[in-house]
């Protein structure tokens, strides 16, 4: 291979590559596989371009002297995908409500985290599940922890409005309940919004995964969902590890149903298809 690659306006040398690699891995655990250098290429410029940058070499510089982590978080949103939506692996929301559910109510007291919420929905899907099975308040106090690392996702989600076709996946019955029609979007789609009962019971937070969890627990259950595909297996075991000692004793870790446990050392019990119990 040429130890520079000429993609259009702006010069990605090898080295170049391999020091996204890096800090990709090092600071967010995200692996970036040989070969993506068209990727990062095409991705990054259009960044490079709106920053006035001269090159690849001030854009790394930027993002690792960034102590706030927004450019870090740029950089993380052009890498990976932050593809999600309502009531995403159904078979979840199900097993919520029918097996864990009715332990949470004699408990009086649920606590989730969404570790990974990209724009919100994993989190407000299971928020409307609770509020439309469980009698709350005041039979069920619930509080839902929502975290990812891109703070660009996390403004659509506080924000709480959707396009109208990312409603799709909401039964009719939750739809007509839980939104109610706002001004259209930029692009002149229709946009609904989320009832503010049901948005009040997500608080949202910036995390990335790989640094210290500021959160005590326990939770009843962690999801986890999607983002571990970005990981290799050591990183994995080490968050899967985290993840155990912050749930309660008897609560389940939810993972998204392409992603798997085997190759990693844990102490989980398999319950059914991406769901493991504490
Ligand atoms: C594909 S989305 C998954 C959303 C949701 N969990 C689902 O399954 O629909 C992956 C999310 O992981 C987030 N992410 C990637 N690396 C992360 C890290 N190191 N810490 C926290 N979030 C991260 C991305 O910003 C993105 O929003």
Sequence with gaps: MSDTLQLGTYELTEAHFERVRDLLYRLCGIVLRPGKEGLVKARLSKR?????????????????????GEELSFLVDSMTTNKTSFFREG?????????????????????????????????YTLAMVLREHARIPPRLDVRILATDISTRVLEQARRGQYSADKLQDVPAALRVRHFRPVDASEDGGPMMELDPEVRRM?????????????MKGPFDAIFCRNVMIYFDKQVQGKLINRFHDLLAPGGHLFIGHSESLTGIVHRFRYVQPAVYLR
């Design 202 to 214: 997500v608080g949202f937070a910036r995390l990335n995964l790989m640094d210290a969890w500021p």
């Design 48 to 68: 490079l371009r709106a920053l006035g940058l001269p090159g690849f070499a001030d854009y790394l510089a930027l993002v690792e002297g960034d102590s706030g």
């Design 91 to 123: 078979a979840h929301f199900v097993f919520v409500t029918e097996c864990l559910l009715p332990c949470w109510e004699r408990q009086g007291r649920v606590r989730l985290w969404s570790a990974a919420c990209s724009s919100g929905e994993e989190p």
